[in-house]
């Protein structure tokens, strides 16, 4: 086990831990556990890395992006007092594309089929506003942290890729509540992975180190 992998495992204990010593302090009505489902685009910030490996490539030039690709996943969210929340979000994404170099800015693909798969593990502290006119709509702002597990796989399995590592991340949005039990939220989240990307092949290239990026998520939330 990695010592990030370690480090948030060792996070989430706590505040687990924290959440059983809250919720009977007073058997709080603003107190919840919501479970949620999700489905997000994101555009990697290593954007000639992925456009070469997952995109499709003619004559040097990239003519369909790979770097824009949907995540899915689902998780837990903690309300608490005082318009605080916590997120506990798994998601993973896997797509197959080849091998690939650069040179003079051009993108080459090789023929040699590769596989990507990326899985996050993340959790966000953030603040709901409530809206006092608009009680269906909440908006909220967070801040996190997770681990990142990146895999490649190949024909060559000397050219194999399996490390992890910790990043940071920020995220703005709004809840609308549909029904008493269910709420639909939208937002942007921009994360910030460096050290797995960057060391070799075609992100060294291309200059690339940060597995984040930009992302748009929907969730579908069960609780009030």
């Given at each position: 086990?990695?010592?990030?992998t370690?480090?948030l ?9 924290g959440f059983?010593?809250a ?8 107190f919840a ?13 290593a954007?000639?890395s992925?456009d070469?490996?997952l995109g499709?490539v003619?004559?040097g030039?990239v003519?369909k ?5 949907p ?5 837990a ?6 318009n605080i ?8 994404f ?11 800015g051009?993108?080459?693909q090789l023929g040699?089929p590769?596989?990507?798969?990326l ?14 006119r608009y009680e269906?709509?909440v908006?909220?702002v967070?801040?996190?942290?997770g681990?990142?597990m990146?895999?490649?796989?190949s ?8 490390t992890?590592h910790a990043g940071?991340l920020?995220?703005g949005?709004v809840e ?5 039990w269910?709420?639909?939220s939208v ?17 060294k ?7 984040g990026?930009?992302a748009?998520r929907v969730r579908?939330?069960?609780g009030?």
């Amino acid at each position: 086990m990695t010592t990030t992998t370690t480090l948030l495992l060792r996070v989430l204990g706590v505040l687990c831990g924290g959440f059983g010593l809250a919720a009977p302090a007073a058997a709080q009505s603003d107190f919840a556990i919501r479970p949620f489902g999700m489905a997000t685009i994101e555009q990697f910030a290593a954007t000639t890395s992925f456009d070469a490996v997952l995109g499709t490539v003619s004559n040097g030039a990239v003519t369909k992006s790979g770097a824009r690709q949907p995540f899915f996943g689902g998780g837990a969210e903690i309300i608490l007092p005082r318009n605080i929340y916590v997120d506990l979000t798994g998601s993973w994404f896997q797509k197959d594309g080849q091998r690939a170099f650069i040179s003079s800015g051009q993108t080459f693909q090789l023929g040699i089929p590769l596989s990507v798969k990326l899985t996050a593990f993340e959790v966000t502290g953030g603040y709901r506003f409530k809206l006092t006119r608009y009680e269906r709509i909440v908006p909220y702002v967070g801040a996190g942290f997770g681990v990142y597990m990146y895999k490649e796989t190949s024909s060559d399995p000397a050219d194999a890729v399996d490390t992890s590592h910790a990043g940071g991340l920020l995220v703005g949005g709004v809840e609308f509540r549909v029904h008493q039990w269910v709420g639909l939220s939208v937002d942007a989240q921009w994360t910030r992975v460096p050290g797995i990307l960057g060391t070799a092949g075609v992100s060294k290239d291309a200059n690339e180190n940060d597995l984040g990026g930009v992302a748009g998520r929907v969730r579908v939330i069960v609780g009030k």
